[in-house]
C-alpha cells in the first residue's frame, strides 16, 4: 500500500498543481469519510495501536503521540476522518475571526530535491464564527471523541497589529468550547507583521489577555524556527509566568540555506519552507525549550518529520508529542502506521517499556555529558 502511494498515486498527484492536488486528495477523503465501510477498511490499513504509545497529555487521552499539524484542515472539515487515517490527534485550523481567501494563488509549491514545500496561503479560512457553527453541528453526532482536537487561531489580516488581542481573542471565544487544547499561532511568515507578536512585550500582552479567556482549556503558543535562544529564553519565561500549557515548535521557515533545489527556482518563491530541510532547526529548537523549561513545558515538535527515526528524534530532544504536514503529503495515508510502528521498534530496542521515558532523553545526556567534562 505505502508502495502504491508512492510509485503511483504521488506521482499522478505530483503532475497537478500543488494546491489542486490537496484540493483533490482531501475531496477524495471527504467522499471516504462518508462512506462507513470504506472508512473502516481505511482504519484497519492504517491504525496501529499500541500500549507504549498511550499517553496523557494536557489531562487528555491520546491514543498516540502523532498527529496531524495545523493548516491541513483549515476550515474542520474532515475532523471525524483523522483517527480513521491513524492520527492520535489533529489541529485545526489556523482560524481567523474574519473570513478571507488568503494570499493570490499559485500559493503553494513543491521541492521534490528536498522533500519540501514552500507555501504562502496567508491563511484562507472560513472564519472563527462558521468554523464553529460546523464543530456545533458535530458534537451531537460525535459525542466521545477518538482523539483530541487542537484549534489553531491566528490574526485576521485586516486586524492592524495594535489590535491583534481583540481580534485574536474574538476567534478565542467562538471557538474555545470545541478545542482540547488551543494554539495562538504567532508564527506564520505570511501574514505580515504576525512574527512580531513573538517579541517579549507583545507576546506578553497578547498572552495576559488569551490566558484567562480560556478558563481551563489549554492554551500553547506556535513559535517560528528563526527565534534566537535568547528569544527562546524569555518565551519559556512568559509561558511560566502566564502558566502556559505548551509549545509547539516550530511553523515553517523563511530561510533557504543548503537546498538542492536549484536558485533559480526558487526565485520569487516567497513563504514558509516546510520539510525535510526545516528537520534540524526544529529539533535544535525543541531541545533548547527543553533544557530551558528543565522539561517542566510540554512541547509539541514539528518540521521535517518522515519516519519514525525523525519522529524518535523529536521525541529525545524533548517533545512529549509530534505532528507532521509534509511528510504526510510525501508518505501518503500509511505513513501514520509506518512512524508509529518504527516507534515503538526504536522505543523497543533502547529498552523503554513507553514512549514516557523516551522524552528529552538527548537533552539529558548532553546536560550530562556537559556537566562530565566540566568535572574534568
Ligand atoms: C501548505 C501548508 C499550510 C500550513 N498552514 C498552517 C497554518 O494555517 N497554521 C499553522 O500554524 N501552521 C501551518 N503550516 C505549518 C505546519 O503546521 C508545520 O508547522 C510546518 O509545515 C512544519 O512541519 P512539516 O515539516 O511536517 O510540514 C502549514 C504548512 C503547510 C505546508
Sequence with gaps: MVELYRSILRPLLFRLDAEESHRLAFKAMRAANRLPLVKRAIARQCRYRHPSLICQRFGQRFPNPLGLAAGFDKNAELVTFWSACGFGFVELGTITAVPQPGNDKPRLFRLPADRALINRMGFNNDGAEVVAARLRKLSPIWPARPLPIGINIGKSKVAPLEAATDDYLASLRALVEFADYLVINVSSPNTPGLREL???????????????????????????????????????ELARAHG???????????????????????????????????????????????????????????????????????????????QLYTGFVYGGPLVVRQILKQLVARLRADGYEHIDEAIGVDAAESSESRSSSADL
Design 198 to 236: 513573538q517579541q517579549r512585550d507583545e507576546l506578553e500582552r497578547l498572552l495576559g489577555a488569551l490566558r484567562p479567556a480560556c478558563r481551563q482549556t489549554p492554551l500553547l503558543v506556535k513559535i517560528a524556527p528563526e527565534l534566537n535562544d535568547e528569544q527562546l529564553a524569555d518565551v519559556v
Design 244 to 322: 502556559l500549557d505548551g509549545i509547539i515548535a516550530t511553523n515553517t521557515t523563511t530561510n533557504r540555506a543548503n537546498l538542492q533545489t536549484e536558485e533559480i527556482e526558487l526565485v520569487g518563491q516567497v513563504g514558509g519552507l516546510s520539510g525535510r530541510p526545516l528537520k534540524e532547526r526544529s529539533l535544535r529548537v525543541i531541545a533548547t525549550l527543553y533544557r530551558l523549561s528543565k522539561g517542566e513545558l510540554p512541547i509539541i515538535g514539528v518540521g521535517g518529520l518522515f519516519d519514525g527515526n525523525d519522529a524518535y528524534d523529536a521525541i529525545r530532544a524533548g517533545a512529549s508529542l509530534v
